[in-house]
């Protein structure tokens, strides 16, 4: 078996590496859809959900950084391989999950591009869509990790943060020619969680409107589009010093992240009515009526071009992530040793091709489901529900090691001592565990039919996900780690 190849990973790539694999633009409409009261969404995922994250994986990036092996080898540092192997099996099944959702929006994007809108919720179209493409990129993934660094920085500074900025600049514009914010100015027919009624007339609402859980269920969601921080910790050992450099990338990743979201969901709200905001299309919907509104019409299939190539990137950054944590775990005799098995560039082909199996599966949705956006949200709320309990372990993992291993060394520290280990990986656990019970239940927003139905879904599937990795682990053979594999060990970085 071929071992890993050595690449080295500066930390602008490992930074953009990691922003490009939480931001996708494709979540702007979803934060947008809840006008003025996205902002009470994004900050409780900033302070609740994000900074925590980002500080927890930054102090086991700097005490593990050159060891590998990601989250698994966090939590089994803590709690055993069990629990590690667990843990990175819920990263990268949540992974596998994700993707036809992203690529159904790669798929709307590259449905103005050829000009048929209408083919965005064309559950074939975006059905087939999903399946070619996360196959083309999968081939493109063989090549490792050093041309997968390379890729996924351009395609996310081209396809990513360029749109982003195109649409602040258009919004800013917007506002300055007098044209009404669209947040500001919402009609009786919009949803009760975004407006009041007062004299007849409709006004905006500045906090959301609870009345249920299924009220704020959108909140899981927003809260998985700030998830990824720690995804390409399997790759810290790949940088010339990554104790130091990790931890500072991590800092940068987690600015770009929270800029592009917050700037780019209120330019969103500014020009898309919240009537006309769809999961899938919204963002391409708003690039339309913003260059029609200045006659430049012929603008919006470019545009359009590059939101799905930045989306296909975000794909190829994530397939590279979670997938080589879990080889680490084949190689350590935690899965069956075939597969363990790797190309001439060290990359791990038998998990990519079951990943893929998985993946051509999960996109058959599309073609059974009557409304893509339903489909596309319920395949996100199983991905969110499989990928929080990952982040449990992970913050309990944290408060464990500060007493199981006081005196390991740590770049970097979460400030505070214990007493702040246990506020910040605490907020963050709770925060967290919230989200996963709001996750069960349907969103108002969307008309998902019956909502015993869609809590059986979705709770039927992170029932059989989790329960996978801990029956693997009874089955367990000692077998599976024969002298023929090799354990993964890092290898000294090119000066």
């Given at each position: ?8 990973v ?14 996708s633009l494709?979540?702007?409409p979803?934060?947008a859809?809840?006008?003025l ?11 609740i959900f994000?900074?925590?994250?980002a ?12 060891k ?10 803590a ?21 036809p ?5 790669s ?35 063989l090549?490792g990790v050093d041309?997968i660094?390379?890729?996924?920085s ?8 360029l ?10 514009i917007?506002?300055f020619?007098g ?15 975004v ?5 007849g007339h409709a ?7 609870i ?11 927003i809260?998985?589009l700030?998830?990824?921080?720690e995804?390409?910790a ?5 940088m010339t ?6 931890p500072?990338?991590?800092l940068i990743?987690?600015?770009?992240i ?11 709200a ?13 963002l391409?919907k708003a690039f ?13 299939p ?8 930045g989306?296909i ?7 590279s992530?979670p ?10 005799g935690?899965?069956p ?19 893929g199996?998985?993946?051509t ?8 489901m009557k ?10 709320a ?8 990952m ?5 309990a993992?944290?408060?464990?090691l500060r ?11 979460v ?11 605490g ?8 989200a996963f019970?709001?996750?069960f ?5 969307l ?10 879904l ?6 059989l996900f989790?329960a ?6 009874v089955?367990k053979?000692?077998s ?6 090799p354990?993964?060990?890092?290898v000294a970085?090119?000066?």
């Open positions: 078996m071929a071992l890993a190849k050595k690449a080295v500066s930390t602008f790539s490992m930074a953009m590496m990691t922003a490009a694999a939480v931001v494709r979540g702007l979803m934060m859809k809840e006008q009261t996205l902002f009470i969404f994004i900050a409780f995922a900033t302070l994000l900074i925590p994250a500080l927890v994986s930054a102090e086991f990036g700097g005490a593990f950084g050159e590998g092996g990601g989250v698994y080898t966090w939590v089994k540092e709690f055993g391989a069990r629990w590690g192997f667990v843990a990175i099996w819920l990263q990268w099944i949540q992974n596998v999950v994700w993707y959702t992203v690529l159904a929006f798929a709307a994007a590259i449905a103005y591009v050829v000009g048929k809108p209408d083919l965005a919720n064309n559950g074939f179209y975006v059905g087939a869509f999903c399946i070619a493409v996360y196959w083309a990129a999968t081939w493109v993934s090549r041309a660094a390379k890729v996924t351009w395609t996310f500074l081209i396809g990513t943060v749109p982003g900025v195109i649409i602040m600049i258009l919004a800013g917007w506002i020619q044209n009404p914010i669209a947040m500001l100015h919402p009609i009786a027919t919009d949803s009760a969680s407006m009041s009624m007062a004299g006004h905006p609402r500045y906090f959301p409107s009345t249920g859980l299924g009220d704020i269920a959108f909140l899981a969601g809260i998985l700030f998830a990824g921080v995804v390409h399997v790759h810290a050992n790949e010093a990554p104790k130091r450099q990790f500072f990338a991590i990743a987690s600015v770009v929270i800029l592009l979201f917050t700037l780019g969901s209120f330019a969103v500014t020009v898309l009515p919240n009537q006309d905001i769809n999961l899938q299309e919204g391409m339309q009526q913003i260059f029609d509104k200045f006659g430049m019409g012929w603008a919006t470019v545009v359009c071009l590059l939101l799905a190539f989306g990137g975000g794909v190829m950054s994530w397939i992530g997938s080589r944590g879990l080889l680490w775990t084949a190689q350590e935690e899965i040793p075939f597969l363990a098995k790797t190309n001439d560039h060290g990359v791990q082909i038998s998990i990519l091709i079951v990943q199996v998985i993946v599966a999960l996109s058959l949705t599309y073609f059974v409304d893509v956006s339903v489909a596309f949200f319920l395949l996100s199983m991905t969110i529900t499989l990928y929080l309990i982040y449990m372990l992970m913050y993992a944290a408060i464990r007493y199981s291993q006081p005196d390991l060394k740590r770049s970097y520290r400030p505070g001592g214990s007493v702040g280990m246990w506020i910040i990986a907020v963050g656990f709770a925060g967290v565990l919230f019970v709001v996750g239940f349907p969103p108002s927003q008309p998902v039919g019956s909502p015993a139905l869609y809590f059986g979705v709770a039927g599937g992170t029932v989790t996978i990795p801990l029956l693997i682990t089955l053979r000692a599976w780690r024969p002298a023929a594999i354990v993964l060990v890092p970085p090119v000066a």
